[in-house]
């Protein structure tokens, strides 16, 4: 929709007038925008100027892209956390098992037991890599995340 007044600049009588019609002789029209760029209540797409309810939009747009942002840098960072509690969990664990391995007797009820510590070593390992890796995919994900969020989409106004 145009907002651009048409007006005719006639010369009568040697004298410059401006009107709204054609002119009887000699003269030109000329093409008058409003001052702002666009007249109240027109929807200029043009204008270089958003209206307050899409910069308004754009703003709140951009809160919620930073929230995303920081709920994710800190999801980043205790999984990475979690990663390294999970390994120290472990660890200690494998250690409390190979003291009680190590008090094992020579004999055959020593093996017994030894064997026995053994396969709830293997457990624990088992259990703490599937946690590890758990947590490895979810925070390759996340990362993921934060890089589609990095990256610059066009604003459309809804």
Same mark, same amino acid.
């Given at each position: 929709?145009?907002?651009?007044? /048409?007006?005719?600049?006639?010369?009568?009588? &040697?004298?410059?007038?401006?009107?709204?019609?054609?002119?009887? &002789? $000699?003269?030109? !029209?000329?093409?008058?925008?409003? !001052? $702002?760029?666009? !007249?109240?209540?027109?929807?200029?797409?043009?204008?270089?100027?958003?209206?307050? /309810?899409?910069?308004?939009?754009?703003?709140?747009?951009?809160? /919620?892209?930073?929230?995303?942002?920081?709920?994710? /840098?800190?999801?980043?960072?205790?999984?990475?956390?979690?990663?390294?509690?999970?390994?120290?969990?472990?660890?200690?664990?494998?250690? &409390?098992?190979?003291?009680?391995?190590?008090?094992?007797?020579?004999?055959?009820?020593?093996?017994?037991?030894?064997?026995?510590?053994?396969?709830?070593?293997? !457990?624990?390992?088992?259990?703490?890599?599937?946690?590890?890796?758990? $947590?490895?995919?979810?925070?390759?994900?996340?990362?993921?995340?934060?890089?589609?969020?990095?990256?610059?989409?066009?604003?459309?106004?809804?």
């Amino acid at each position: 929709m145009s907002v651009d007044a /048409e007006v005719f600049k006639c010369t009568e009588d &040697g004298k410059t007038v401006f009107q709204d019609k054609p002119c009887r &002789g $000699s003269g030109a !029209a000329i093409i008058v925008k409003p !001052a $702002s760029g666009s !007249a109240p209540g027109a929807n200029d797409d043009t204008s270089p100027v958003a209206p307050p /309810e899409a910069r308004l939009k754009e703003h709140v747009r951009s809160m /919620e892209l930073e929230r995303k942002q920081r709920e994710i /840098e800190y999801a980043i960072r205790d999984n990475e956390n979690d990663i390294q509690g999970y390994q120290s969990q472990m660890e200690r664990e494998l250690a &409390g098992l190979q003291r009680k391995k190590s008090l094992a007797k020579n004999n055959l009820a020593g093996a017994t037991w030894e064997q026995s510590i053994s396969a709830e070593m293997q !457990a624990v390992s088992e259990k703490y890599r599937t946690r590890i890796q758990i $947590s490895r995919d979810r925070l390759m994900q996340l990362r993921k995340d934060a890089g589609e969020l990095r990256k610059p989409t066009p604003f459309l106004l809804q």
